[in-house]
């Protein structure tokens, strides 16, 4: 029998590269009949998720562990996963197959072409977490990014070309400040710049002999938080996912939007010292903005599709702090609860996204004085939704419940002010998830529901929409009832971060006996 080493390599390569293979087909084949092209799109969304999925479950153990495995691939790129981007990988092509049923069953013009740009979007993002090599994770970060801009721009809806615009700018923007803080940080490393990897920066700056400036790690951090939204580089976030396509808001905020994230924690976090300092002061007080001000704009929405745009960027404040309270404190705790809740949050935002649309498909609307009531007429949309809302609050047996509580606990010892300020989060969240579900499903028909039900009865939830719906629940239960799924992948390079954090806090000139 093949070890799980020497087949791995294989399926990895399979996961990332069929979707954009199958994308180029359905772009270059307008004239492919609809039946032809949704088969064979549904094949490009759904082997990344069988393979992804058979690599993070406990039985794939038996052919050895997938983690720190490394292999050159095409474009000399090396590929592999680790105790970080398995998590994120199998996450994102579980999002990836819920967000193409969607696509698969919208009617939209030039079809083929629309899913052949989803599923370059989705080829990209799992390439992301798949690579090993540092120009190979910009690679396709960017190769994901412009289908993104592509298909807000042409498929999206009100207020599409400036949404898709101001993307544009701010993530362009945030690429090129985090890429120019790496490539004067493997410059000081002495890294060539076509096949580093991400280990290869880890020990060139942990070479004492190499002297990394604030600046560069201040550059490197900001670019990335503003791919991830943080604050006061999040204001892209809410319009673009507001008026994008719900495919693409599914994988964007789902899965894209880690990137940022997952480069703070493998490349800032890991190699550049960012948790002290001036620069870990503000990555504190921006984490913190994220928590309340995100929360607070949340309250004032009165629009379904809104407010749950906004609330993703609100739900980035709780894993920043996660990886702050680990590279400034050392407590591995936090990145293990941070980790936690983006795999969770990639799950509860894409259920969401595509259950909005699902009222908005219905309605007509995502205002909500021009909802009301639509529980009696959609019972299984209405009971889909609060799962979906109670999975983002954080109620036990959803995923976030592990990440929420396990950053709050991570933060135990430091000021009570900031402990109060996460927990608030909670109620604030939970102000205003439930307000908008009495608003939509349980509160008064308004006269516009009303008349539209009285012309065309509404009809619940399509097969389609719950198969979609059924996998990001039922992945978020699965990993709520059995968090060792994720822990167990991701315990050992929390762990090892922390125990950097300290070494760095230890030795630094200005630390103290009372420094933790």
Known sequence: METFSQFNPTLLLVAIFTPLIVGLILLAG???????????????????????????????EAFGSP????????????????????????????????????????????????????LFMLGGTLGVFATDNIIGFYFFHEFALVPTFILTLYWGGEGRRSAAM??????????????????????????SLMDATFEQLFLGLHNPQVSLPTATAAI???????????????????????????PVSMIHAGALKKFGLYGIIIIAAASMNIGHGTVGKWFLICAVANVVIAGLICLAQRDLKQ???????????????????????????????????MVAHGLSCAALFLLANAVRTRAGTYRFDELGGLAKHTPILAACFVAATMASVGLPGFGNFWGEIGVFLSLKGESLWLQALVASTVVISAVYSLRAVANVFFGPPSKEITERFSFAPFKDLSGAERLATFILLGASLAIGFAPHLIT??????????????????ANSPHSTPSAR
């Not at 474009?75 to 970080?84: D, P, Q, R």
């Not at 938080?225 to 976030?237: E, K, R, V």
Request: with cysteine; aromatic share 12%; charged share 10%.
């Open 30 to 60: 307008k004239t492919l009949p609809r039946s032809f092209s949704s088969g064979f799109a549904f094949l490009g969304f759904a082997l990344p998720a069988a393979i992804a999925v058979w690599l993070f479950l406990p039985s794939s």
């Open 67 to 118: 983690l720190k495995l490394r292999f050159t691939g095409p474009w000399g790129f090396s590929f592999g996963l680790n105790g970080i981007s398995l998590p994120l990988f199998a996450m994102t092509a579980v999002v990836g197959l819920a967000a193409g049923i969607k696509a698969l069953i919208q009617e939209v013009e030039n079809r083929n072409a629309y899913l052949g740009l989803v």
């Open 166 to 191: 101001q993307m544009a700018i701010y993530l362009t923007v945030g690429a090129m400040l985090s890429l120019a803080g790496i490539l004067i940080a493997m410059s000081a490393a002495g890294l």
């Open 220 to 246: 490197t951090l900001f670019g990335f938080g503003t791919l991830a939204s943080l604050f006061p580089f999040h204001s892209w976030a809410a319009p673009g996912y507001s008026a994008a396509p719900t």
């Open 307 to 341: 407010l749950i745009s906004w609330s993703s960027v609100a739900h980035m404040g709780p894993i920043f702090l996660g990886i702050w309270v680990c590279t400034s404190r050392g407590v591995a705790a936090g990145l293990d609860a941070a980790l936690f809740l």
């Open 488 to 505: 167990r992948h991701t315990n050992e390079d929390a762990q090892g971060l922390a125990k950097l954090s300290k070494l760095t806090q």
